[in-house]
Nanobody
Framework: VQLQASGGGLVQAGGSLRLSCAAS????????GAWFRQAPGKEREFVAA??????YYSDAAKGRFTISRDSAKNAVSLQLNSLKPEDTAVYYC??????????????????WGQGTLVTVSS
């Protein structure tokens, strides 16, 4: 199983990026998917997830980020809009079968991508 994240880069505050996570060895329609991020010196934190027909967002992501699944491409995307310097982090995609009450916990996901760096300049 491999999750390949891409789409990170350097962007000015207020800009946008679209992250993508392509899967091989698993089919995303059979899993729940999520994005986490980890800033330097900080713990990995939940950003967004889809489970069943529902999507979930952290307070920091709500209203600015959108998670989506492309079954045809077997991929999950994260659209990042209105980026802020505090969004700077390595973003990781994940797949698994989290219970709803714990889907914000990294240990609920068994498969992880390698991460893609997002840097937002002020």
């Amino acid at each position: 199983v491999q999750l390949q994240a891409s789409g990170g880069g350097l962007v000015q505050a207020g800009g946008s990026l679209r992250l993508s996570c392509a899967a091989s060895g698993l089919t995303f329609r059979n899993y729940h998917g999520a994005w986490f991020r980890q800033a330097p010196g900080k713990e990995r934190e939940f950003v967004a997830a889809f489970k069943g027909g529902s999507t979930y967002y952290s307070d920091a992501a709500k209203g600015r980020f959108t998670i989506s699944r492309d079954s045809a491409k077997n991929a999950v995307s994260l659209q990042l809009n209105s980026l802020k310097p505090e969004d700077t982090a390595v973003y990781y995609c994940a797949a698994g079968w989290p219970i709803t009450s714990a889907l914000m916990s990294p240990n609920q996901y068994g498969y992880w991508g390698q991460g893609t760096l997002v840097t937002v300049s002020s």
